[in-house]
């Protein structure tokens, strides 16, 4: 689009959903329905049914936006600020809900009027070309878009902008040789930040039922545990995914957390969901080697997860709870995977080591949010006076958890594996250090990571977490 003598007769029309807002806010609209009411999913096919208009009507009928927080590209509101102040009439039209347009619309002020879906008709494609060309004549306007839906409407503009070009816009737009505005694409470590790849070092609990049990030598036992890994690490990332996909309005007005590659748009939501139904796909197939006892564990870990997403981690130690127990899940898989049994110690271990690491998580929350008496911390069910007692109650897990590790080094089981007890008692400093270290770097605000995967990335932690490992060989191999 140039500075012809008639610019400013020509008005520019501007496609939403991923030309304007690097997002679709049909899916973003979907998610915090859900969010809201999960029971809603029931009703979503009898809405399509209905036709696509019918479902983003319902869903915007029941759910609010928030204009502000969307994310917006920054190179067409740039371009958009510019043929305003030129004079030229701007329009915004989109498939999305006339709810939705128009707050969007009133939030940024550069639009003259607003096109968009109202009533039984989908305004996208044929629809929106007519509307345009009814409104302007054909030819009679300008238009930017994105995406394959958009192609009928740059036929009848007087010239068309690409923007983000899904597959076929870009062959459009090869074909016909029109502007394409820039914008940032993801890389390989856009698609990493996606799966959350440094989480998965949480899923090396795995293994634990197989150092326990000194099979370190057996090659099938540790076959049994990397498949187990790679199934538990694929529907972790899936999860992963979907969280985000539940967070989107929470991240975006979070300090670091907007970065992520859903809340800034750097990776589109459809690319998500086909990434989960990969991702569970792989899950599936890795479990299908492993015994009907390790699916049933993953299956288990896949509803507890989707649950704490949806619901559960905006409850009041509820939440912690059940991140003890998604961590302790882990271990039960491991035992699943390789048919070794579990015991009553290290469950009981487990439960009150990883709570005391998840109260560590929203201790750091409470401790870095600048919240007031009374305000909750965005998402949970934790407000600013909380912050002592979950301090309180995460060091007494801790010390609970050295506890029965002690009852444990002390009992006949204990005197049976181990032809030399004595020496699996560095165990207990050893986990005093770990976790009470813990506490202390979240008080003095250096905590900034998960705290299981920061204790498997900290070197202090590894070395002694080595010691400790070596100890436990030697006790139970030595005559």
């Known amino acids: 689009m140039d500075a012809r003598s008639d610019k400013t007769t020509v008005p ?33 096919p009898f809405w399509l049914l209905k036709g696509p208009a019918t479902l983003k009507n319902e869903i915007a009928r029941r759910i609010d936006i928030d204009p502000a927080s969307l994310p917006y590209r920054p190179e067409v509101m740039e371009r958009l600020r510019a043929e305003r102040d030129a004079g030229r009439r701007i329009v915004l039209a989109t498939g999305s809900p006339r709810k939705f347009a128009e707050a969007i619309a009133a939030h940024l002020g550069v639009f003259d009027a607003v096109l968009a879906t109202d009533g039984p008709e989908n305004l996208t494609s044929r629809m929106k070309r007519a509307a345009l060309v009814k409104a302007y004549g054909d030819g009679g306007f300008d238009y930017a878009g994105n995406s394959r839906h958009d192609l009928q409407v740059f036929d009848a503009a007087r010239e068309a ?11 459009w737009r090869d074909a016909h040789g029109c502007e394409q505005i820039e914008t940032p694409k993801p890389t390989p470590k856009t698609v990493l930040k996606m799966l959350r790849v440094h989480q998965w070092l949480k899923n090396g609990l795995i293994g634990i039922p197989v150092l326990l049990s000194h099979e370190y030598f057996n090659a099938g036992m540790l076959a049994e545990c990397l498949i187990a890994f790679v199934a538990f690490s694929a529907a972790a990332s899936a999860i992963y995914i979907l969280n985000d996909f539940f967070d989107l309005a929470l991240d975006r007005r979070h300090p670091t957390k907007r970065n992520r590659p859903f809340a800034s748009g750097i990776l589109s939501m459809r690319f998500g969901i086909g990434s989960m139904v990969v991702l569970l796909a792989v899950s599936a197939a890795a479990a299908s080697f492993l015994p009907p006892l390790f699916g049933a ?47 009553f110690w290290l469950l009981a271990f487990s439960i009150f080591f990883f709570l005391s690491l998840a109260l560590v998580k929203r201790f750091v929350e409470l401790r870095s949010s600048s919240l007031v008496v009374g305000e909750r911390i965005a998402g949970r069910g934790y407000r600013a006076e909380d912050q002592e007692i979950v301090a309180q109650a995460g060091m007494a897990s801790a010390f609970s958890s050295v506890l029965v590790l002690a ?16 020496m699996v008692w560095p165990l207990a400093p050893i986990v005093l250090y770990l976790t009470i270290r813990i506490w202390i770097l979240a008080r003095r605000d250096e905590l900034h990571d998960d705290p299981v995967v920061f204790i498997i990335r900290d070197w202090r932690s590894q070395i002694v977490m080595l010691i400790g490992g070596a100890m436990l060989v030697v006790a139970g191999v030595i005559p």
């Open 12 to 44: 520019l029309a501007v496609d939403l959903d991923g030309t304007l807002i690097a997002t679709d806010l049909l899916w973003e609209g979907l998610f915090l329905l859900l969010r809201k009411n999960p029971l809603l999913l029931f009703m979503v």
């Open 161 to 171: 902008i690409v923007v983000a070009p899904d597959r076929q816009a870009k062959r």
């Open 297 to 343: 564990v993953l299956g288990a870990y896949l509803v507890a997860t989707t649950a704490y997403s949806l619901s559960v981690k905006r409850m009041l130690l509820l939440d912690v709870l059940m991140l003890a127990g998604l961590y302790t899940m882990r271990i039960l898989a491991g035992a699943a995977a390789t048919s070794i049994g579990v015991s």
């Open 407 to 422: 009852l444990y080094i002390d009992s006949a089981a204990v005197r049976e594996l181990y032809p030399h007890p004595w």
